[in-house]
């Protein structure tokens, strides 16, 4: 079985601010991950994802997250956010080894505030 | 390119009557389809997977029920609708088994 823990359920942030989501996962194969983001009352988009290959993943809007196979993370960051990128988080793991369907195990969310 | 569609958007329902929400994925073919629920403060919990045509896989018991009549049509139901059942529910596609889930915009459901 898989889960994936965000360590932290509301995160404030001034404007210009950096910023780290954190981001923890438990999983006894190999695994994909990825980070969402849910604004009010809408569905989730697509952050960036590592599927293989170099453990740096960029993204859109200036995010970028890291693979860290030993402590089992990945957390997201942005070097400076703007009052746009207040919305919610979600971070996901896949089974790399292909026998899940697709399924993805989600963290509970981090609520990102960005105050001016 | 691929979009996915959910509708209603909102809807508000007495306890005890019938529910149908409706997901359909254009610009693929067999993908495979997800029904998550997304209640107030948490975060999102698998329903219902489906991998082709009639192939439907339950992940929580529960009140409801999941359809996949055509190829990229995707049906949540219920035949009586409970309070624990409002939340905002999400339909999700993914072009092959270890790729990325897109998601559609949502219906937000709640039930008095």
């Known amino acids: 079985a898989q889960s994936v823990t965000q360590l932290d359920s509301q995160v404030p942030v001034f404007e210009e601010a950096p910023v780290e989501l954190r981001c923890n996962y438990s999983s006894s194969v190999s695994v994909y991950l990825f980070w969402y983001v849910q604004y009010p009352n809408q569905g989730l988009q697509l952050l960036l994802k590592?599927?293989?290959?170099?453990?740096l993943v960029k993204g859109i809007n200036g995010f970028e997250a890291e693979f860290n196979k030993s402590q089992t993370s990945f957390h997201l960051r942005k070097p400076s956010v703007h009052i746009s990128d207040t919305a919610e988080y979600f971070c996901a793991v896949g089974n790399a080894g292909g026998t899940s369907y697709g399924k993805l195990t989600f963290g509970q969310g981090t609520i990102l505030t960005v105050h001016p | 390119s691929q979009t996915i569609h959910q509708w209603p958007a909102t809807l508000v329902q007495p306890v005890g009557s019938p529910l149908s929400l409706e997901c359909t994925v254009e610009?693929?073919?067999?993908?495979?389809l997800y029904w998550y629920r997304q209640a107030a403060g948490r975060g999102l919990q698998l329903l219902f997977y489906?991998?082709?045509?009639?192939?439907i896989s339950s992940e929580v018991p529960q009140n409801l029920s999941a359809s996949r009549p055509q190829d990229r049509q995707f049906i949540l139901s219920s035949k009586k609708l409970l309070l624990s059942d409002s939340g905002f529910y999400l339909c999700a596609w993914n072009p092959g088994f270890t790729d990325t889930q897109y998601f559609g915009p949502g219906t937000r459901l709640t039930v008095l």
């Open positions: 610009g693929t073919s067999n993908p495979n």
């Open positions: 489906s991998v082709g045509i009639g192939q």
């Open positions: 590592y599927l293989s290959g170099s453990t």
